[in-house]
């Protein structure tokens, strides 16, 4: 099999293109809709159902990247356009009832074309085609409706160019490469924009708490009233949908394909996490109210800490109690040598050799690299990295699987890994975001799946997280940091005291962390269940319920896009999936560049895909149940 590259399209090339592949994918479902019934077969239904998928998918991958990413804006809004026009015609498909019939006629005869047909029944019903018309169309538009509503959403997030302005003064802390690096205003005040490499370091490390406070409120502004009404409707949307099946919720409606199952399961499962951690927050809070009030010359209860205070003082007490730094540690993570270094260690551990290859890209920066099987220099993909902020690009870290496997039909898979990284550099935490994106990206990359339907991460949403929590390990073990003197001879590599002192700093402030979590998945929850209430009442109900309160003026629900996405009664899906991580890693030992391990875990976990259940591959990975033990510890920051 021979490398496939993304095409490079301009805004009317993808319109044109888009339009014509939806036509001939809807003439060729057309056909498969008149098959007569005496032929169907899993080969005249399943393998034509994927090589349409694959058509469909040819146009549907370069248009969900570029919506994302292009830097030119008539086609990042020429690919809203198309991923309307690619939504409706998939309602239309699975609203279908005689490909579902046909479908339902198919009788399989090996498990991954009894995977898939049931997999697609699934999404058959979930799409409405066993409701009465009426309810049919209605969710037809409710799609249509949801899935507009979520690109002005993300528009309003990603198109938000606004600055703040800040005084030589109001900068004090922050590092001279920082400063140096951002541009001024006539009246030499530094703008910063709302992407993290400059919102992270400023919260971090600015001396000038009024100066925190204001920037924190504007970041948590940053979607507008607007994106709160967004959410309003999508989640009355959704409520609606769940009736139009006669269940209680829209979490009912999604969790029952989920390995959670039911709200009630995950209820239990927060309030597990929930009782876990608040004492653990509390010592937290309490330790950086102490550090506050040393600052400041005042008693502990004379101070109270803030949300725009934790960033800050975390990070003092790390450098005070660890000598860790954050900002100090670019230097061991130039983004090319951090790069290498991220190709080495997955080679090594799976079996993998990366080769740079020039290929058409849609910015300068992007680095295109053929991913190749290390024994017989076999091609399994392709993966593109594009690493650096710039107008208009998605704003934080992100993996797109724009091209999924499938064996049968001789189908190689293609990824995109997008960060907005700085070009100096990368702090830890920065590291440990791109090893999470590129578990996703192997997981997308490895698969082996027969269909196009389960590649790489169309695993459950409650799993999908697994691989990628995985990954970060790699940054917190000095055999796999100590690979970066192999690429990169140059770059200074952490000896064992620095690593095991940034451990240690990473293991506080984990009550925080996830009574955070925790916080966001109940409220997930809360606006997917049986009554929903309005976002921003919810929100400032449950926030104002905290430790550390409710922000008045504050509106974080108009930025949560993951909740108008796809992880709508799913967010609690992270610490679940942490759950899993976390015991798999067992499996590793102490070594973790473990070459059989690695292997093993690409053969049964990474390239299975979704062609069997989570649960099962687990499971067989593990030779037993899952055990929570190690996530428990992880969020008191007791795990070794």
């Not at 047909?117 to 969710?139: I, N």
């Not at 970066?484 to 009550?511: E, H, I, Y």
């Amino acid at each position: 099999m021979s490398r496939i590259t993304l095409p490079i399209l301009d805004a009317v090339t993808l319109r044109a293109a888009c339009t014509q592949i939806v036509a001939e994918a809807r003439a060729a479902f057309d056909r498969l809709a008149t098959l007569p019934l005496s032929e169907v077969s899993p080969e005249t239904v399943l393998d034509q159902w994927d090589r349409i998928s694959l058509l469909v998918e040819n146009i549907e991958g370069p248009v969900s990247i570029f919506n994302n990413v292009h830097p030119d804006k008539a086609v990042r809004d020429a690919a809203d356009e198309a991923i309307r026009q690619l939504s409706s015609f998939q309602v239309e498909i699975f609203q279908n009832e005689a490909l579902y019939a046909r479908l339902q006629a198919v009788v399989p005869t090996t498990p991954a074309e009894t995977q898939l047909r049931k997999d697609l029944v699934e999404s058959f019903d979930d799409t409405g085609v066993t409701l009465a018309p009426e309810r049919r169309a209605r969710a037809k538009a409710i799609a249509e409706r949801i899935t507009a509503l979520y690109q002005e959403f993300s528009r309003n997030l990603r198109d938000n160019q606004s600055r703040m302005a800040f005084t030589a003064e109001q900068m004090r802390g922050l590092p001279e490469q920082f400063l140096s690096r951002q541009p001024r205003d006539e009246q030499q005040r530094y703008l910063l924009s709302f992407d993290y490499p400059d919102f992270n370091p400023f919260m971090a490390n600015a001396e000038d708490e009024e100066a925190r406070r204001r920037y924190y409120v504007a970041y948590l502004n940053r979607g507008t009233i607007r994106n709160v009404e967004i959410l309003d409707e999508v989640m009355a949307l959704r409520h609606e949908l769940a009736g139009l099946y006669d269940l209680a919720s829209f979490a009912h409606f999604v969790l029952r394909r989920r390995m959670a199952g039911t709200p009630e399961a995950v209820e239990g499962f927060l309030s597990e996490v929930r009782a876990a951690v608040e004492e653990a927050e509390r010592h937290d809070i309490e330790e950086l109210r102490a550090l506050k009030a040393a600052r400041l010359g005042r008693a502990a209860d004379q101070v109270a800490v803030t949300r725009w205070d934790i960033a800050f003082l975390s990070e003092r007490l790390r450098e005070q109690r660890y000598s860790v730094d954050q900002e100090s540690l670019r230097k061991y993570f130039p983004p090319h040598a951090t790069l290498d270094w991220l190709l080495d260690v997955s080679g090594e551990v799976f079996g993998l050799r990366f080769v740079p290859v020039t290929v058409p890209v849609w910015h300068e920066d992007v680095i295109y690299v053929d991913v190749l099987d290390g024994e017989d220099g076999r091609f399994i993909g392709g993966i593109y990295f594009d690493l650096y902020p710039r107008e208009g690009k998605f704003p934080h870290a992100a993996a797109w699987p724009v091209r999924g496997v499938s064996t049968r039909a001789s189908r190689t898979p293609v990824s995109v890994l997008v960060t907005n990284f700085d070009r100096r550099g990368l702090t830890h935490d920065e590291v440990e975001t791109l090893f999470h994106e590129f578990g996703h990206i192997l997981h997308g990359v490895l698969s082996e799946t027969e269909f196009n339907f389960h590649a790489g991460t169309s695993v459950q949403r409650d799993f999908v997280e697994t691989p990628s929590q995985i990954y970060e390990e790699w940054t917190r073990r000095l055999d796999s940091l100590d690979r970066m003197r192999l690429v990169s001879p140059d770059t200074p590599v952490m000896d064992a005291n620095l690593v095991a002192r940034l451990n240690q700093a990473r293991r506080f402030g984990q009550g925080l962390r996830y009574a955070r979590q925790w916080l966001y998945a109940s409220y997930d929850l809360a606006l997917t269940g049986p009554a929903p209430g309005a976002s921003m009442e919810v929100w400032e109900r449950m926030e104002g319920a905290t430790a550390l309160g409710h922000v008045s003026g504050t509106a974080f629900p108009g930025t949560f896009a993951h909740i108008v996405g796809g992880y709508a009664a799913g967010y609690y899906g992270y610490m679940w999936a942490e759950v899993i991580a976390l015991d798999m890693l067992s499996a590793f030992g102490e070594t973790l560049v473990n070459p059989a391990v690695g292997r093993r875990f690409r053969r049964d976990i990474l390239s299975r895909g979704a062609q069997e259940p989570a649960a099962v591959l687990v499971e067989r990975f593990l030779g037993r149940p899952v055990k929570a033990d190690a996530f428990f510890q992880e969020i008191v920051g007791a795990r070794a």
